[in-house]
């Protein structure tokens, strides 16, 4: 490849689209009653209605309906008086009834925006993304092709089917086309992803974990001549599976398409799928010749007519946005910038909150989690909220302040929680964790440590209190860290006639 | 005396009486089935053992003393369009050979709640799709008043089942007139009710806007009395209409139309329409004016594009239904032979799996869908329905109910029109705007055209949700007719089986 990404941008502008299957966290399936619990044995959350059993037929999911309509009105979306399901007409053995029940030209919700924020080389920008719709759909079963290279069912030598995947409910938000983010394409549509996840997390209506596939994004990406005005082709990239693959993914798409533009060729209609090791986009199926889904309205369901009160009265129960959430925690925390956006990126303000609420100082609860416990999570590559709860954080924290232990002693409880040794207090006696504070028992200790060093005890008398630091060592290593540090100074200065 | 020439309602008195039990009434009719079905084909699955036992927890629950619902221990043909679990259900069709389904359909778990005896599944077009039920992938069903004629379809095994006195009760689908054409051609009785007032949840879809299961019998008080057992709001239908079911059994026993005004709709009757058809349609309208009603004509300018709208909603509907047959998790498999693809074993199951009158309708719908051509088609389709519907509000403006023949002809002869499948459709002229519409269609029998000795249906429609009034108005008929012609029309049929 010849030109990289500041090239390209120098010469192309590009247009964004993207897309966002969200599948939301109902009990039960979008048309039956079947659990939606994830990783549970195959086939084992089915019914005849959600395998298409001849005769079957769908009822819709109320509280799905009710989902949706918090999403639209959280996107500031229009809430449609009369939507309908349709159903999209494909066949794949994955898909039960060879059609998809979806929402096709009536959809729920239509006509909204989010605004998000980005810093730009002129400091803060906010970009206003302009919603197109959101719809409500079936998801389908899953694949797993077993044999071929690929992975793929073009290959294999056969397929295993599961259809605990098939009929859960799935809302897709589709944007309008995004024009002038130029540079800063990848931010924004990183930007404009984790904005609609914590607003989604915030409104409890799916997990919206990336990685297990309850938020996906199709990321589509057309770029023009500089100047041109003119829209170029674009390409649709599928499997981005995490918030910095969306970033990773709209980069990588432009310099693609800017490098095959500047050697005369022509991009093609199609979807890509995103490479996690690579970075990069593999071609996959063609859209050139559009695919015909013969739509038609769902003849076994009846339409979608939410009454305006009710409307109403779910628009009342919208939690706080997000935006303005961490705009008011920034402010009442006085959080610096870089740190406050350390904490968004790292996904972790949602879990610091939490803890301050269970009385945990911000500042302390902060460090703990952005430091000792994410270096603990990124050594075993798991997130850090998986590894301990706020509750336990909050008390290793408020055992702090009561003396009871020490910043060394607290990072061996948080080790002992996360090893399931059992809550703080648990993992304190078991390994007899006390902080050492009968000053008698210190006192021995210090008598020791001058005996040793008596020279350096002799400086200290001379008023080189510095030289303290080598002899409250010594104190701290015989009393097996278990001592207060600060405890351990002001009984030895004191014994030494400087205090 | 044997049960076999029994009504229902005679049957239900004799084993409230304790006169029988319904195993004798269910052997009885086991044994006629035995005697008879070799000639008559009505059945594709005689459930023997089954039937037994459900007479047997019957007379048990008698025995103890329990109060059982009216029909109970009285025995049933269900056509094979109906899931009942456990047995096979085949709709007619090779696809399904060997299917045992895991659930009941509603009108089965309401039959089983009623303590009918499900005798066993009778034969149909495939699919419920034809008019004679010749398109049966197991062979024709005959006519019991003459063995080389069609029974009428798709749902000719239950009425033949019925004429042939191998049940006194029977389950239809229709779609087009499924219910109505079969019931005219035979004798019997049948009634298509409102749409959404029986669940169609386990009825295998052809057209899901259409289709609706109904009760048939040899007279209006059995019909009534089946109707009222199978009826009711079903959460799992989301079609079905949550209201009261209404009282037709007592319309049925009204014996009274004194003031009702029934309107014979114009466009149904004239040209193309059989002599005798039209003599004894107009000799029951004479029998209605000497019970007290009053006629008047009304016209239905939009039903000249029924027909023609009824070929497109149709077969779009069941192109997407008809999808879910794939091999990939039910019924029959061809060519999977480990090197073939999903797709070509999908492609070989389709071609030897379904008949010719499915693909024909499989192919006409899936054009009709097809991206510029929905408008023209399936959208004018629909169009032609709500001007359908409006005709019939209009009509319905000046008459309680309207009449027409149910059919254009008797019974023709096996093979006569296989080959001409126009011939075929024009059959349910008469029948199909009230599936367009969505209100009940009653047929009765009202003589024997005098040309070739063949029973003739009497059809009458009510608006949506007044089914009871077709009861009234066909029971009243009903007795006038009898009154008339000293014994029930059923009694002048042929005997069967060996003499």
Redesign the interface.
């Given at each position: 490849m010849s030109l990289n990404y500041e090239q390209a941008i120098e010469k192309y502008e590009p247009t964004l689209g993207l897309e966002v299957h969200v599948e939301l966290n109902t009990k039960s399936k979008m048309f039956c009653g079947c659990a939606t619990e994830f990783g549970a044995s195959p086939n084992t959350q089915t019914c005849?209605v959600c395998?298409?059993?001849?005769?079957?037929?769908?009822?819709?999911n109320e509280k799905a309906i009710e989902s949706s309509i918090l999403i639209g009105l959280a996107l500031n979306c229009s809430i449609a008086p009369f939507s309908r399901f349709a159903?999209k007409?494909y066949?794949y053995?994955d898909m039960?009834?060879?059609?998809q029940t979806s929402q096709y030209d009536e959809p729920i919700c239509v006509n909204g925006y989010l605004d998000v924020t980005i810093e730009t080389d002129g400091g803060p920008k906010v970009y206003r993304i302009e919603i197109e719709r959101v719809h409500m759909e079936e998801d389908t079963g899953k694949s797993l092709h077993v044999g071929g290279a690929t992975g793929r069912?073009?290959g294999a030598e056969?397929?295993l089917?599961d259809y605990n995947r098939a009929g859960i409910p799935l809302v897709e938000i589709v944007t309008k086309m995004i024009p002038g983010t130029d540079k800063y394409a990848p931010e924004v549509a990183k930007a404009y992803v984790s904005e609609l996840r914590d607003i989604l997390r915030s409104l409890g209506v799916s997990d919206v974990k990336m990685e297990q596939g309850s938020l996906r994004c199709d990321a589509n990406v057309s770029l023009s001549p500089r100047g041109s005005g003119v829209l170029g082709t674009r390409s649709e990239t599928k499997n981005v599976n995490s918030l910095r693959s969306v970033e990773r993914a709209v980069r990588g798409e432009m310099v693609r398409q800017a490098n095959l533009l500047e050697e005369g060729g022509r991009v093609i209609q199609e979807t890509r799928h995103f490479q996690e090791d690579t970075g990069l986009t593999r071609s996959g199926r063609s859209k050139e010749t559009?695919e015909?889904y013969?739509?038609?309205p769902e003849?076994?369901?009846?339409p979608v007519a939410p009454a305006a009160d009710w409307i109403e009265s779910l628009r009342a129960t919208l939690p706080e946005k997000p935006s303005t959430l961490r705009k008011r925690i920034q402010e009442s925390w006085g959080v610096p910038d870089k740190e406050m956006a350390a904490m968004v990126n790292a996904d972790l303000l949602d879990t610091v909150v939490a803890t301050v609420e269970l009385g945990a100082d911000p500042t302390k609860a902060r460090s703990w989690w952005l430091g000792e416990i994410s270096r603990l999570a990124n050594e075993s590559e798991v997130t850090p909220q998986s590894l301990i709860t706020p509750a336990d954080v909050a008390e290793i924290i408020s055992l702090i302040a009561a003396g009871e232990l020490t910043d060394k002693l607290a990072r061996q409880v948080v080790e002992g929680v996360i090893k399931g040794e059992g809550a703080p207090r648990e993992v304190i006696d078991k390994r007899g964790l006390k902080v050492v504070s009968d000053d008698s028992a210190l006192m021995a200790a210090i008598e020791a440590a001058i005996a040793a060093q008596p020279d350096t005890a002799e400086r200290i008398r001379g008023g080189n209190i510095p030289a303290a630091g080598a002899l409250i060592g010594a104190v701290m290593k015989a009393t097996g860290g278990q001592a207060d540090a600060a405890k351990v100074r002001e009984l030895l200065l004191k014994h030494l006639g400087q205090a | 005396m044997s049960s076999i020439f029994k009504s229902a309602s005679e049957i239900a008195n004799s084993l409230t009486a304790g006169d029988v039990t319904a195993v004798e009434v269910a052997q009885e009719h086991l044994d006629r089935i035995a005697a008879v079905d070799t000639d008559v084909h009505a059945f594709l699955h005689v459930d023997t053992a089954g039937a037994l036992a459900q007479a047997a927890a019957i007379d048990k629950r008698r025995a103890a003393g329990e109060k059982l619902p009216a029909l109970a221990g009285v025995p049933l043909a269900l056509k094979d369009v109906m899931t009942q679990e456990g047995i096979p259900t085949t709709c007619g069709s090779k696809m399904l050979e060997g299917w045992r389904p895991p659930y009941d359909s509603t009108v089965v778990a309401k039959l089983k709640a009623n303590g009918v005896v499900i005798l066993g599944k009778t034969n149909m077009d495939e699919f419920a799709m034809g008019s004679s039920t010749e398109n049966s992938a197991y062979g024709p069903t005959h006519n019991p008043w003459d063995l080389t004629r069609i029974p009428g379809g798709s749902g000719g095994g239950s009425a033949a089942a019925l004429a042939s006195f191998e049940a006194p009760l029977a389950i239809g689908t229709d779609t087009g007139g499924s219910i109505r054409q079969p019931a005219a051609v035979t004798g019997t009785v049948g009634v298509k009710p409102t749409y959404g007032a029986v669940s169609r949840y386990g009825l295998v879809a052809f057209s899901s806007s259409l289709d609706q299961a109904g009760p048939c019998a040899r007279n209006v008080l059995d019909t009534a009395l089946l109707h009222e057992a199978i009826a009711g709001y079903d959460p799992k239908d989301s079609t079905s209409i949550n209201a009261p079911v209404g009282k037709m059994v007592e319309a049925a026993k009204k014996l009274d139309v004194k003031g009702m005004k029934i309107g014979i709709v114009k466009e149904l009757s004239g040209d193309g329409y059989q002599a005798g058809v039209k003599a004894r349609f107009n000799e029951a309208i004479e029998a209605l004016v000497s019970a007290g009603a009053e006629i008047v004509e009304v016209s239905a300018p939009n039903f000249e594009y029924a027909l023609a709208a009824y070929y497109l909603i149709a077969p779009s509907e069941c192109s997407s239904n008809l999808a879910r047959f794939d091999s990939m998790r039910y019924g029959i498999r061809v060519g999977d032979d480990g090197v073939k693809s999903a797709e070509e074993v999908m492609r070989m199951t389709r071609e030897l799996g379904f008949g010719k009158e499915v693909k024909r309708r499989i192919i006409l719908g899936t054009y009709a869908l097809s991206s510029g051509y929905y408008d023209a088609y399936y959208g004018s389709a629909q169009k032609v329905r709500t001007l359908i519907k409006q005709d019939f509000d209009a009509a319905f403006a000046k008459a309680d109910v309207l009449v027409s023949p149910t059919c254009p002809t008797t019974a023709f002869k096996i093979g006569e029109k296989a080959n001409d499948p126009l011939a075929m459709y024009l059959n349910d002229i008469a029948t199909i705007p009230v599936n367009m519409a969505g209100i009940g269609g009653m047929s009765l029998p009202c003589g024997l055209a005098e040309e070739d000795g063949l029973p003739v249906g009497f059809q009458i429609m009510s608006p949506a949700m007044r089914d009871e009034l077709m009861y009234q108005v066909g029971g009243t008929l009903e007795a006038a007719l009898l009154s008339k012609w000293g014994k029930p029309l059923l009694s002048s049929a042929p005997a069967l089986g060996a003499k």
């Open positions: 005849p395998l298409g059993l001849p005769g079957s037929l769908p009822a819709v159903r007409n066949f053995p039960p009834k060879n059609f069912i073009h056969y397929s089917l559009a015909d013969r739509y038609f003849p076994d369901l009846v | -």
